[in-house]
Nanobody
Framework: QVQLVESGGGMVQVGGSLRLSCAAS????????MGWFRQAPGKEREFVAAIYWSGGLTYYSDSVKGRFTISRDSAKIIVYLQMNNLKPEDTAVYLC????????????????WGQGTQVTVSS
């Protein structure tokens, strides 16, 4: 199993920035991709960004393109999410996920999840 721990959440003003981190441990050799999802009250879980571990290719939802950047530290198996120009609609619990096969990664149906970190954007 893979264990994931997120950190870096908090409260920021509209237009502010925040950087989230997700550290993986356990059987990390099986990870082929990692990503960030978010879930706001009353809404379903939403894909935010993902990174393919081997080549570092990145993918983003339309709602965060140009504002968020996902990156990785291969040596430490850490994935980051740099969030800029934050908006109130970005308020949610942000969850880090890891995929161990291409099918799950492509379908964005990860099987390993962290506990989540709260991001609140205030006016």
């Amino acid at each position: 199993q893979v264990q994931l721990v997120e950190s870096g959440g908090g409260m920021v003003q509209v237009g502010g920035s925040l950087r989230l981190s997700c550290a993986a441990s356990g059987r990390t050799d099986s990870i082929i991709g990692m990503g960030w999802f978010r879930q706001a009250p009353g809404k379903e879980r939403e894909f935010v960004a993902a990174i393919y571990w081997s080549g570092g290719l990145t993918y983003y939802s339309d709602s965060v393109k140009g504002r968020f950047t996902i990156s990785r530290d291969s040596a430490k198996i850490i994935v980051y999410l740099q969030m800029n120009n934050l908006k109130p609609e970005d308020t949610a619990v942000y969850l880090c996920g890891a995929a161990d096969n291409m099918s799950d990664f492509a379908r964005r149906r990860y099987r390993n999840w962290g506990q989540g970190t709260q991001v609140t954007v205030s006016s």
